[in-house]
Nanobody, 124 residues
C-alpha cells in the first residue's frame, strides 16, 4: 500500500516562509499525482496544489497562487510545497495525498492515499 509522510511544518510569522516535504513510497501504478491539502480549525479540508508526476503539470488554488510552489524530486520520491508570504489564514494541518490519475483536481475525493499531516501555524 502506498505511504506518504509529511514534514517541515512549524510556527512562522506572517510574511515568512516554510517548505513542506512529502516523501512517498514507490508506486506501482503508471500514472499518478501528488497533492497538498490543508484543514484549518473548524474548516473543511481544502485543496492547495497538485503536481502530475508524469507531465510535471501543476495546479494551485486561488488562495495560494503566486505564493506557493509545488515541485518534485522524483529520484528521492519527494514532493515539496514551498510556501512564501505566509498569512495567518494559512494556519492549518497540511496533508499530502496521492491519486491514481494524472489530473485529479483539488477535491479530497479524487485521492486514494493520505499522509498523517504536519501542522503549520502563522502568527500575525
Amino acid at each position: 500500500e502506498a505511504q506518504l509522510v509529511e514534514s517541515g511544518g512549524g510556527l512562522v510569522q506572517a510574511g515568512g516562509s516554510l517548505r513542506l516535504s512529502c516523501v512517498y513510497s514507490e508506486f506501482t501504478f503508471d500514472d499518478y499525482a501528488i497533492g497538498w491539502f490543508r484543514q484549518g480549525p473548524g474548516k473543511e479540508r481544502e485543496g492547495v496544489s497538485y503536481i502530475s508526476m508524469s507531465t510535471g503539470n501543476t495546479h494551485y488554488s486561488d488562495s495560494v497562487k503566486g505564493r506557493f510552489t509545488i515541485y518534485s524530486d522524483n529520484a528521492n520520491h519527494t514532493v515539496y510545497l514551498q510556501m512564501n508570504m505566509l498569512k495567518p489564514e494559512d494556519t492549518a494541518v497540511y496533508y499530502c495525498a496521492a491519486a491514481r490519475t494524472r489530473y485529479p483536481g483539488l477535491y479530497p475525493y479524487g485521492y486514494d492515499y493520505w499522509g498523517q499531516g504536519t501542522q503549520v501555524a502563522v502568527s500575525s
